[in-house]
């Protein structure tokens, strides 16, 4: 997916109208976005349960002290 969608719409020898580069920055800004879901939210997804078992244990020990929830 790399090499398949953006070197394509890079290299090509073409001068866009307007319909053609509105495509090209439409599909570069998607690229952006499915990168930055792939990159960032999927990988905390995966690992939400850890997240809440930690989440959980730092509450446990907040009250095993008598801390505060604000501090």
């Known amino acids: 997916m790399l090499i398949l969608i953006?070197?394509?719409l890079f290299f090509a020898s073409t001068v866009y109208g307007?319909?053609?580069l509105t495509a090209w920055v439409v599909i570069g800004i998607?690229?952006?976005f499915c990168s930055a879901f792939t990159v960032v939210l999927?990988?905390?997804w995966e690992s939400r349960?850890?997240?809440a078992?930690?989440?959980c244990g730092v509450t446990k020990v907040r009250l095993?002290?008598?801390l505060p929830r604000h501090v």
Do not use: N, S
Request: aromatic share 20%.
């Open 18 to 20: 307007v319909h053609g």
């Open 30 to 32: 998607l690229w952006c």
């Open 49 to 51: 349960v850890a997240i």
């Open 6 to 8: 953006p070197l394509p």
């Open 42 to 44: 999927y990988p905390l």
């Open 53 to 55: 078992q930690i989440a």
């Open 64 to 66: 095993f002290f008598g």
